[in-house]
């Protein structure tokens, strides 16, 4: 069985060509699933409802966005022009993203090629985040689909702050997130388990507090799991401060997805960051959340 992956093309938005943020990746991420087989063919997904965005996002906020109507100094603090391809993006891969976590309730497994903007808050967003595709498709999850115990398992190098204060009063929504101490944000938010890392951790380390904490949460039993897999923790990223190598990421995405697979929770996977100063092992990196969830289907 082919492992179902939502992607659209207009993921990729016209912003600044000297931006940090390296939008083309989600276009060539797409061609290269597509080169190696991974995946023939693409889901496509449609623009997030604003029903479906308001279980998660301030009426008003929604609004500012879709009516460019946010104020200068909000607009800064995502990074992001809010211009007419940011915004259709924005709700696309938000959209993408709830597609992607129903897929996951039939197949077991299923992935965006986008998604996991862990920055963005109830009213606000922040750090390359616009919405907050986890979060809403977490409470689609719950409100739709009656699924009760849902895990949100944030292993980008950024602390998902978002994610933890728009669930911080949810009792079935545990959301875990495992970074660099030093990395954005300054100010960290509470998530219901925070795994601090010192600077300069690599593989080997890593991987023994994942498996670690993988086993904790095993015990608590989620009917369904969030990977936002962020690919900022390798060595040769611009904003990460971690250490660790392409095989060391590889087997990170092995160990999670098999975790989750072999106790028959349903894995919804989400890319998350990524800022390689090698654009093409950027999307290499990425890819092997992908490939490593095709093995098991
Ligand atoms: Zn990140």
Avoid: W
């Avoid at 862990?118 to 809403?136: K, Q, T």
């Avoid at 409470?139 to 728009?166: A, F, M, P, T």
């Amino acid at each position: 069985m082919e492992l179902p992956i939502v992607n659209h093309p207009e993921y990729v938005a016209k912003i600044n060509e000297n931006s940090v943020f390296p939008i083309k990746k989600f276009s060539a991420l797409a061609n290269y699933l597509l080169e190696k087989k991974i995946v023939n063919k693409f889901y496509i997904p449609k623009e997030c409802s604003i029903e479906t965005l308001s279980k998660s996002h301030s009426t008003k906020y929604i609004n500012d966005i879709k009516n460019k109507t946010l104020d200068k100094k909000s607009e800064v603090k995502i990074g992001f022009p809010i211009n007419d391809s940011v915004i259709k993006r924005s709700f696309l891969a938000t959209g993408g993203t709830v597609l992607a976590s129903k897929l996951a309730l039939d197949f077991k497994l299923a992935c965006n090629t986008a998604g996991g903007s862990h920055h963005a808050s109830y009213d606000y967003g922040a750090g390359y985040c616009v919405f907050n595709d986890v979060a809403v498709a977490a409470n689609y999850l719950k409100y739709r689909k009656k699924i009760k115990k849902i895990l949100i398992l944030d292993l980008d190098v950024h602390q998902g702050n978002g994610n933890s204060e728009i669930f911080k009063n949810d009792r079935n929504i545990f959301t875990f997130s495992m970074h660099c101490i030093t990395n954005y944000p300054a100010k960290k938010s509470k998530s219901d388990l925070d795994i601090e890392l010192e600077e300069n951790l690599e593989d080997k380390d890593y991987l023994k507090i994942l498996k670690n904490n993988l086993l904790k949460l095993n015990k608590m039993n989620f009917d369904f799991v969030f990977y936002i897999a962020g690919v900022d923790v390798h060595y040769q990223d611009k904003l990460g401060k971690l250490k660790l190598t392409d095989g060391g990421i590889n087997q990170r995405e092995k160990t999670v997805i098999e975790n989750f697979f072999s106790n028959k929770v349903p894995l919804c996977g989400v890319l998350g960051g990524g800022y390689n100063k090698d654009f093409n092992k950027l999307v290499e990196l990425h890819s092997m959340l992908h490939r490593n969830c095709s093995k098991l289907l």
